[in-house]
């Protein structure tokens, strides 16, 4: 499971970080109004309808997500569009990224040439700036702490991590370029501190720590207070520094971005669905980090979807695992199996588990064997004489 997609059950801290990265540098204030009146018409500034429209963008898209752009007194439509152009985006970029992000015609020219040149940086070519600006335009318009992003992308670049994993950083977590770099350089001390404090090795530490970054970046908007809290927490509950340095890479750094309250309540809430020990609750959480992370509705629901399949809480607990699934995939592959007789309320969750691609291998094995003779009548027959 991706770090984009673990951060959907982040509780605590992290969501109101996610609402911190979200948040826009110019706030719609057509929110409550997605369709424009005349008396708004005649509101709008029409030099920049008209230079909008002369770049094929349409408008109507833009009066009805963020009209409060077309209110600005000033623009600079064509001076953005002509930055475009020059990196090679052609008409129909232009008028793509536009109409995706309107707020990029009320950016500073200036500001916006200083954001290609930090992006170029990072990029193998304009060819691939265009095709990262016409994919995630909102991050590359956010012109702002300019000096910081200047700093980090050098002190990431410095750190060992490659190009390719800074541009996307910067599209997908912009917010921790606009960190000051000494933030982002104590939260990486910290870091190391706690893997070599864990009992990690000098050696390993560089690829553990550029690999943690690259699968979820968002740990630099942490605090090192966080950090400690959560670690002394968790050896308060028994857990070894070996076992810390496992939970933490298997979640991708996310554990350091839960709160002790959150984690008390998913142990409390596991271990009472389960009807287990302390020391075989710590062996669940071992076998699957993922019920320390998720909040307990979530917990509850996945618990609930299962045995509704007729799956016992005994094979839960046997595979654990399972409980990272939707139960919504649940009913797809559950129903999937049951075509070819398999019935996994009567055996081992192993088939149902998984990736997708793991589940869909599992399947093909499955449909395979099904398939199979009992025996092939063209093998030869070994008879003795």
Not at 173 to 188: D, L, Q, R, V
């Amino acid at each position: 499971m991706s770090w984009k997609l673990l951060m959907r059950y982040q509780p605590c801290k992290l969501r109101s970080l996610r609402k911190m990265l979200s948040a826009p540098k110019y706030r719609p204030l057509l929110l409550h109004f997605p369709y424009t009146t005349d008396n708004q018409s005649n509101k709008e500034n029409q030099r920049t309808v008209e230079k909008l429209s002369k770049f094929s963008v349409d408008i109507r898209k833009i009066r009805r997500f963020k009209g409060w752009v077309l209110w600005e007194n000033e623009t600079y439509v064509e001076e953005i569009a002509n930055i475009l152009q020059q990196i090679g985006a052609d008409e129909t970029a232009v008028a793509n990224i536009l109409e995706r992000c309107p707020e990029a015609i009320v950016c500073s020219p200036a500001a916006v040439n200083t954001q290609r040149e930090l992006w170029q940086s990072v990029c193998k070519g304009e060819e691939e700036l265009v095709k990262l600006i016409e994919k995630f335009p909102e991050s590359f318009f956010t012109v702002k702490h300019q000096e910081n992003q200047k700093l980090n992308i050098q002190f990431f670049q410095e750190l060992g991590l490659k190009n390719v994993i800074i541009s996307r950083l910067l599209t997908t977590a912009s917010g921790i370029f606009h960190n000051p770099s000494e933030k982002n350089k104590e939260m990486i001390k910290t870091l190391q501190e706690t893997y070599l404090n864990l009992g990690g090795s000098e050696a390993n530490m560089k690829v553990w720590l550029l690999k943690l970054l690259s699968q979820n970046p968002f740990i630099l908007l942490n605090s090192s207070t966080a950090i400690k809290e959560t670690l002394k927490f968790l050896q308060e509950q028994g857990f070894t520094n070996f076992e810390i340095l496992q939970l933490l890479s298997k979640l991708k750094g996310f554990l350091f971005q839960l709160c002790p309250r959150s984690i008390q309540d998913s142990l409390s809430f596991s271990q009472n669905a389960f009807k287990c020990t302390d020391h075989d609750l710590k062996q669940l959480i071992l076998k699957c980090p993922a019920l320390l992370y998720y909040s307990v509705p979530v917990l509850e629901e996945r618990i609930q979807g299962l045995l509704k399949e007729g799956i016992s809480i005994a094979q839960i607990r046997e595979t654990p695992m399972v409980l990272e699934l939707t139960p919504q995939i649940v009913q797809f592959r559950i129903k999937k199996l049951n075509s070819l007789g398999y019935r996994v309320k009567d055996g081992h969750l192993a088939n149902l588990n998984g990736t997708k691609k793991e589940f869909e291998a599992n399947f093909g094995k499955i449909q395979a064997k099904k398939g199979r003779p009992l025996f092939n009548p063209v093998a030869p027959l070994n008879v003795e004489e």
